[in-house]
């Protein structure tokens, strides 16, 4: 199957799956992992057919040359990557969802949102680009909408109509690209070919800080972290942020590398402010499922400033701290969502010694937790040492205040492990049986397995995060 | 060949003689077959003053469609007649190419609307049908001032509009405009459409809104383009203001209404205000398959949106949002194809009213008014505010439904036919660039 059938058969099948399989709604799960273990497939055989620098063609389809509107489908290092990483969180997701209610639905619009991601990280066509990355919004805001906990609504009406605008800043953007530059292609767009690059900049760089997000962009995200039910929030942190931060570095600092260097300051900044600020929530929040989303916006602070540098030691980093954010939040999430389900509060104060009554989980929990403070051997730490050296290396040693960032997670993270994990038990605690679904604990081990060989052995990852930047080398930066 | 004009106007002739009879269903859809096919071969009205092209060709094709899932979708003979009355006039007045045949079949496309809504059967719809009867006359009191102007000024009726000419002209022009503006519910020209649109019988509003309103749309394009093209200075300033004006206050005040057809109503305004942005840009080389595109997806989705509305109000007599809480549950086909026609209005990608959108948009920021597009952009983003809590009503809700079979097969079927073109025009723009 080629790419355009990764793309548009999700579409199809989803559609049969919730017409079909309304009565046996068991069925809808077994196609849905199917589906994106095929996907992972995949993404996996791209790895060896990539070239060894530039684009894979996977063809252009649906040609309206008047308009420049193609859907070419090309993929390099970077998009094959996010697209594995993707192709892995869904099948993880779909495996955490098992005892969901109303699955046939549920399960549908994962796989119609399979297809809209993989058509964002395929498409090099702008506007079929855009396309993709709105259509990701339609099975979200049903997800949130429909399996979200009580203030389910407002944050699906919010995340839909917050991001939706950021988009339209976006889709302005792309449309001067190509009055200036005369195509919608962005392999072919240079940044001399334009003549306001700078009004472009400025609405690219809004519109994806907004879904990465960075502060003051980040209001939606708490409210839809929280609210999704918790498979959905790892969707979230995992795809839908890194949707964000892939286009952020594609179309801003690849595609406009010369007024990013510029502004470049601006990313550091927010991203500064982000890492604190989120920090500091956290270590205030006393709901579980909040501290788990500051800590991830916190996190995406972390790889902004990464980005930053804009060379690439830095954006190596940067796609590091993507996948290690995305692997180190997840267990968090669906652990947070799983306590919640079974104690039915969100309170730090309800829970605390789960760890006599739930040991394997509440392991995992503490192994993600230190993941995400940074404890060597985890996927955290690599993350953290090397977007901190690569800061240093370009903007000088006052850089190190990066690190203070992490201490900070380790003060919220080991404050929320002495109250949930250990800690006197509490009277919700010992009235809650944590029985777990196998297949949900399947994949929380799955991840932690990631966190931990990921850590060990960061070179299994940086041995094709590096190709993926090479060739961008001398775009300025450090090295 | 006979035309479709012909075609059309012959049948609503002698469906007359059918009414109350099982045959006027299928021979009505049968003469609009012939109709599309007659279209398709190209034919044009036997008449001194018409013309066609490819463009016009592919929307009378497209018309004819929508039409076709109209009658389907239709249960009373009386409106059976009097779509098939309106679609030729709407071929008519697609075709026209001087002004006289413009202004012509402009006048019995509006009579033919003021007929349609004029079969009253309770209050409110006498108070919609009268508000837009005494607008529609309004209107083309202006019109015909207007072509009064411009005859004095040195115009010729039996030519297209020329784009020189003396003050006087331009006044005519100007006068004119306005007046046609009223059928495109361009503010402040828009105050009877929000009562009408939501006042009638939804099927009747899913005519006025989705299907006049936008060929009315493409014949003023057609005929005004080069005009507004001459005098750019004078008409970029005007049109730009209106457009903000028309799209931002449809889009606010849908924002507080809780009675469906009246965001609906709005809606509509709001994207009256969008096809202006195709007269804004008219420099621009897109601006014709903008607003083409535009009235394409348009009849689609608007036509969809009111009969499927019709279709609740009918069986479910649903008609504010609160009533509407939880209709995924009670109807979920029925639900799935509003939504999708929900979506598409508020230009959601994969769907006709996106690329629609996009290619007006771009249009715009094409001819340099990239400012204007921005304004427009974020009024389409407000917009998915409104679609969004109608979409929450149906599916987030918990209802209050009791369980109640109907069986809607037509209805379903034409809903299904409007749905199918919505999606064909979100993915397939080729057939619009030719």
Sequence with gaps: MSGLGFIFSPFIIAILTALLFRKKSAVSKFVALALFTTMLLFSLHLFTELPSSGYLDLGTFLAVPQFDFFLSLKVDMLSTIMLTLTSVLLLLVALSSWSIKNQALYYSLLIFFSGAIFGVFMSTNLLWFFIFWELTLIPMYFLVGIWGAERRIYAAVKFFLYTHVASMFVLLAFFLIHKEAGTFDMTLVKEGMLLSPVLIWWLLFVGFAVKMPLFPFHTWLPDAHVQAPAPISVLLAGVLLKMGAYAMIRMVLLLLPETSQKYAWVLLALGLITLFYAGFMAIYETHLKKMVAYSSISHMGLVAIAMSTLSYAGLSATLYEMIGHAFVIAPLFLIAGFFHHKTGSWEMKDMGGIMQKAPYISAIFVLAGLGALGLPGTMGFVGELSILLSSIKSFGLWMAIVALGSMLGAGYIIWTLRRVIYGEMSEVVKKTDFSMNVFEFLALAVFALFIILFGLFPNLLFEYINPAFAQFSSLGGAL | ?434
């Design chain 2, 1 to 434: 060949m006979i035309s479709a004009f012909t075609i059309l106007f012959a049948m609503s002739l002698v469906s007359l003689f059918f009414h109350r009879s099982y045959l006027l269903k299928p021979l009505s859809l049968v003469a609009l077959l012939g109709a599309g096919y007659a279209t398709f071969s190209g034919t044009v009205v036997p008449l001194i003053g018409f013309a066609t092209n490819e463009q016009i060709q592919l929307f009378e094709l497209v018309l004819e469609l929508v039409l076709f899932a109209t009658i389907l979708h239709e249960s009373e003979d009386i409106t059976i007649t009097q779509t098939l009355f309106l679609g030729s006039a709407s071929v008519l007045l697609l075709q026209s190419d001087t002004l006289i045949s413009f202004i012509l079949s402009f006048e019995a496309l509006s009579i033919i609307s003021v007929v349609l809504v004029s079969y009253i059967k309770t209050k409110d719809q006498a108070e919609g049908a009268v508000k837009m009867f005494i607008a529609g006359s309004m209107a083309t009191g202006i019109v015909l001032l207007g072509v009064a102007f411009y005859l004095m000024g040195g115009g010729m009726l039996l030519a297209p509009l020329s784009t020189q000419g003396s003050l006087f002209m331009g006044i005519g022009v100007a006068l004119m405009l306005a007046g046609l503006f009223y059928k495109l519910t361009i503010v402040p020209f828009h105050g009877w459409a929000i009562d009408t649109y939501a006042l009638v019988r939804h099927s009747h509003a899913a005519i006025l809104s989705g299907v006049a309103k936008t060929v009315a749309a493409l014949a003023i394009f057609k005929i005004f383009a080069p005009f507004l093209a001459e005098h750019i200075t004078l008409s970029m300033p005007l049109l730009a203001t209106l457009a903000i004006i028309t799209m931002s206050l449809g889009n606010f005040l849908a924002l507080f209404t809780k009675n469906i057809a009246r965001i609906l109503s709005y809606s509509s305004i709001a994207h009256a205000g969008y096809m202006l942005i195709a007269f804004v840009a008219v420099k621009s080389s897109y601006a014709d398959e903008g607003i083409l595109y535009m009235a394409i997806a348009y009849i689609f989705m608007q036509s969809g949106a009111f009969l499927a509305l019709d279709s609740m109000k009918k069986e479910y007599e649903i008609e504010t949002l609160d009533e509407l809480k939880g209709f995924a549950s009670q109807n979920p086909i029925l639900s799935f194809f509003f939504t999708l026609q929900l979506f598409s209005l508020a230009g959601i990608p994969l769907l006709a009213g996106f690329l629609a959108k996009a290619v007006v948009f771009y249009a715009g920021v094409d001819a340099g008014l990239w400012w204007l597009v921005l304004i427009a952009l974020l009024n389409s983003a407000l917009s998915v505010g409104y679609y969004a809590w109608i979409i929450k009503s149906i599916y987030f809700d918990e209802g209050t439904f009791k369980a109640k079979l109907v069986e809607l097969h037509l209805p379903l079927a034409s809903q299904a036919i409007l749905a199918v073109g919505t999606l064909f025009f979100g993915v397939y723009a080729g057939i619009i660039f030719r």
